[in-house]
């Protein structure tokens, strides 16, 4: 008889305009569940963990940072049309700042940091996760709460299945 084959929840993680700091703070985490985590959940996407990437039929993605870009905003369309779930992670995601200051600088600082503006090809306004695509859960903070973090995903472990 063959053994059954254990389930796992298909997750990302992405990091888009921002410091890391949550990308750190999960990677502690990591340190601490891996016993419970990695029989439970396979990293498609975790540049932080891996080179290997595959967006594709995730079941969640955790996205941290503001979108700066179109191609930004692009890669974010792309993650949202594979993943069931979406978690905008920290606030700059959640809410856009501390990442969005530019967004309110007076005028005549506008204009000194334009032409960084169009050497990297940044978009003109920095967005938050929500501006692009819809999120289904927020984990807040700068960096994110860890306890939300941990409580999120142990909804998504049992809502797909993982975990009775
Ligand atoms: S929310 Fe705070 S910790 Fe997270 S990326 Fe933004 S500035 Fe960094």
Known sequence: MR????????????????CEDSTILFTELLNEHYKEWLPRIE???????????????????????????KKQEEQLLLIRKEA???????????????SMQRNLFPEELKKEIEELIIRFQYAERVK????????DANVPGCPMDEKVFVSVLDTYL???????
């Open 3 to 18: 053994d059954s084959i254990q389930k796992k929840l298909r997750v990302g993680w992405f990091s888009f305009s921002c």
């Open 43 to 69: 990293f498609c996407s975790a540049i932080v963990l891996q080179k290997k990437s595959e967006i594709k039929n995730l079941d969640v993605a955790f996205i941290e940072g503001a979108i700066t870009s």
């Open 128 to 135: 938050k996760v929500s501006d692009v695509v819809p999120v």
């Open 158 to 164: 049992k809502e797909f299945g993982i975990v009775g």
């Open 84 to 98: 069931k779930k979406l978690v905008a992670i920290g606030a700059c995601a959640c809410v856009g700042m501390p």
